[in-house]
């Protein structure tokens, strides 16, 4: 039996970036190569592993140039995810024994904070949520409150994925390192889309990832102030100067160093392009679809994001309604897609829960046009207007 034929709608348009973005071409050109004739062992001594040597020493300049750090403070992970936790873990194990046992991070992080700090709790830390204001943002006062003299580390990031609020990590970050903590940001959203300075924003460490900036998948990166002490997450050999074991992808590598420097010329411009079309995307369904709210500090925020809830609707719903007319987005962060849970980031913004189960994130990003978006908004009222229609009670004849 042959298998079902999936009928496509002739135009298609991806506004899920804030889950991955397209490989930008210049990205791909800079990775053939690599894959086809610098094969060789980064390790190795010989011309082969030294071709392939300097493709990983070309890219961790640029990594570092996109976040105005040195060189020899990268350390390449396999993405943000790892990043995060040998970030965190990399923390707790350095920390003397019997000492400080305690991690504060916000009530919005990623699930590889969330779920770190989790695992961190069963082996004996204490570790502590802070909350955030209705606008998704972290109020200075409320870290405070969460500090305490046992205080090893705090992790707050700087874009949130579902809302794109942004945090105001310097200030969060002086705020730690007054009572003695270190301070981690997870800038794996805000990396391509605001300009990025370590030394401005006061941290220790800031991963990054470089499928969400128009790079390869599985490679991402932890910044690592000099002279911090941090225990790797694997062993095996000394790569990344002992910091993380295991041969490096030289390709992916390769490609991240390519994806920075387009994203450092795209931040340094400011991206008002983006930002333009998500404010045009944005006003076009406010003004056209009654009952829709935005979620978030509308200010305060990476230009290329909006969170919007629909009054009478199930976000599931509308997210399938709309890929059925070609239009690609989301309920929320794309690593808890499938668990019909509402938005523990929503949640904590105490939206009410009809508003945490009807909200859809559009993220926009390299390839969406002014076109793709006036027919999203053009197409947005009939869509939900559906739905509001199929979700009503039937009445009953007499009533």
């Not at 399938?320 to 509402?342: H, K, N, Q, R, Y």
Request: proline share 5%; hydrophobic share 45%; glycine share 10%.
């Amino acid at each position: 039996m042959r298998a079902p034929v999936v009928r496509s709608p002739e135009v298609r348009t991806y506004l899920d970036h804030n889950a991955t973005t397209p490989l930008a071409p210049a990205v791909l050109e800079t990775m053939i190569p690599v894959l086809r004739e610098q094969f060789g062992n980064a390790s190795s001594v010989h011309v082969f592993g030294q071709m392939a040597k300097a493709q990983v020493d070309g890219a961790r300049a640029a990594v570092a140039d996109l976040i105005g750090a040195r060189p020899q403070e990268i350390v390449f992970a396999s993405g943000g995810t790892e990043a995060d936790n040998l970030a965190i873990r990399g923390v707790a194990e350095a920390a003397a024994p019997g000492r400080k046992r305690h991690i504060v991070a916000s009530a919005i992080e990623h699930e590889a904070v969330l779920k770190t700090l989790k695992v961190l709790n069963r082996h004996g830390w204490k570790t502590s949520l802070v909350p955030v204001a209705e606008n998704g943002i972290v109020a200075p006062d409320a870290l405070e409150a969460a500090l305490t003299d046992e205080t090893v580390l705090v992790s707050v990031m700087h874009a949130n994925n579902e809302i794109g609020t942004v945090q105001p990590i310097a200030e969060l970050a002086a705020m730690a390192h007054r009572r003695g903590a270190l301070f981690h940001t997870d800038a794996v959203q805000s990396a391509g889309k605001l300009p990025l300075a370590v030394d401005e924003l006061g941290v220790d460490l800031l991963s990054l990832s470089a499928h969400k900036l128009n790079g390869p998948k599985g490679v991402g990166a932890l910044w690592v102030r000099r002279g911090l002490r941090l225990v790797a997450g694997q062993t095996g050999g000394g790569q990344e100067r002992n910091r993380r074991a295991g041969t490096e992808n030289v390709p992916g590598i390769a490609g991240f160093g390519a994806a920075a420097r387009l994203a450092a010329e795209a931040a340094g411009a400011g991206r008002t392009d983006i930002a333009a079309l998500r404010d045009r995307l944005e006003t076009g369904i406010l003004d056209g679809v009654p009952g829709t709210v935005v979620n978030g500090d509308r200010e305060r925020r990476v230009p290329n994001t909006t969170n919007i809830s629909f009054e009478g609707v199930e976000a599931e719903s509308l997210l399938i309604a709309l890929d059925l007319e070609g239009v690609a987005v989301s309920t929320g962060s794309a690593c808890s897609s499938g668990t019909l849970e509402p938005s523990h980031v929503l949640q904590a913004m105490g939206c009410p829960p009809h508003r945490t189960q009807s909200s859809i994130r559009f993220s926009l990003g390299l390839g969406n046009t002014t076109g793709q978006i006036d027919r999203v908004v053009e197409i947005m009222p009939r869509v939900v207007g559906k739905l509001r229609t199929l979700a009503r009670p039937p009445q009953t004849v007499g009533a």
